[in-house]
């Protein structure tokens, strides 16, 4: 189970806003970030041998056509 929150609410995957998954890895992809995107951003995965969580801090500056790709490593 993976749980991504920015802010205190739960994240949902879009076209614009992706969850990829490589073995142990779990990447955060924004295609098109804007101004609402920044924030600090938490993923919790768990299972049964336990919980890992990893933070990061986006911030957008008001430019057109920024792309962000957060890697969250657990």
């Known amino acids: 189970w993976v749980c991504l ?3 205190g ?3 949902k995957e879009s076209k614009d806003i992706q969850l990829l998954f490589q073995g142990d890895q779990c ?5 098109e970030a804007f101004m609402e995107d920044a924030g600090e951003y938490k993923v919790v995965a768990i299972n049964s041998a336990g919980e ?5 801090v986006l911030a ?3 430019k ?5 790709k957060i890697h969250f490593c657990l």
């Open 5 to 7: 929150v920015c802010g």
């Open 27 to 31: 990447s955060l992809v924004i295609k």
């Open 60 to 62: 957008v500056e008001p």
């Open 64 to 68: 057109s056509g920024i792309h962000n």
């Open 52 to 56: 890992a969580s990893s933070t990061c």
């Open 9 to 11: 609410r739960p994240v």
